[in-house]
Nanobody, 124 residues
Framework: QVQLVESGGGPVQAGGSLRLSCAAS????????MGWFRQGAGMERLFVAA????????HYADAVKGRFTISRDNARNTVTLQMNSLKPEDTAVYYC?????????????????WGQGTQVTVSS
């Protein structure tokens, strides 16, 4: 099993920034993909960003391109999501996910492990 713990969420005003972190532990393995999803109230869980094991490949949802940056530190088993120029529509619970395979899919059910989520609230 792999355990994921997110941190860094909270309230922020529109135009501000937040940095989310996710620490992975447990039966980790090399090559795993890490990603971020978000889920607004009453909405489905949507893809935000993903990064390959080496960090050479990244993929972003159109809604966050140019504003969010995903990065990882394999020595510390962490993934980070730097969120800039935040908008009220970015308000959601943000989830960290691990995929035990190759590729950077945008579909939530293709990821194998999930964190509990961290709330991000952007006020106008």
């Amino acid at each position: 099993q792999v355990q994921l713990v997110e941190s860094g969420g909270g309230p922020v005003q529109a135009g501000g920034s937040l940095r989310l972190s996710c620490a992975a532990s447990g039966r980790l393995f090399s090559g795993y993909v890490m990603g971020w999803f978000r889920q607004g109230a009453g909405m489905e869980r949507l893809f935000v960003a993903a990064i390959s094991w080496t960090g050479d490949s990244v993929h972003y949802a159109d809604a966050v391109k140019g504003r969010f940056t995903i990065s990882r530190d394999n020595a510390r088993n962490t993934v980070t999501l730097q969120m800039n120029s935040l908008k009220p529509e970015d308000t959601a619970v943000y989830y960290c996910a691990v995929r035990a395979d190759y590729g950077l899919p945008v579909t939530a059910n293709l990821y194998d492990y999930w964190g509990q989520g961290t709330q991000v609230t952007v006020s106008s």
